[in-house]
């Protein structure tokens, strides 16, 4: 297994005095980041590369929704 880019980049960081203070300032907030990743691509690889999608397979697409009215876009100067 390849290892991902957020765990490169964190090895990176852990190379230099800099680096080190960084990741313990932030490792909770890289840890969520790295699993937040894994997730993703995890969900990316479960989708069919056909449609792109697989929940909405067979039904028919929602109407896109109406323009919300803007006031700044009525008035005239």
């Known amino acids: ?16 005095k800099g680096g080190r203070r960084f990741a313990g300032r932030h490792a909770g907030k890289l840890a969520l980041a790295t699993l937040a990743w894994e997730l993703f691509q995890q969900h990316r ?21 109406r323009p919300r009215w803007r006031a700044a876009r009525t008035s005239s100067r």
């Open 1 to 16: 297994m390849a290892l991902s880019r957020i765990a490169t980049v964190v090895g990176g960081l852990l190379l230099s």
């Open 45 to 65: 690889a479960r989708q069919t590369p056909a449609t792109g999608h697989t929940q909405h397979q067979g039904r028919t697409p929602r109407p896109s929704p």
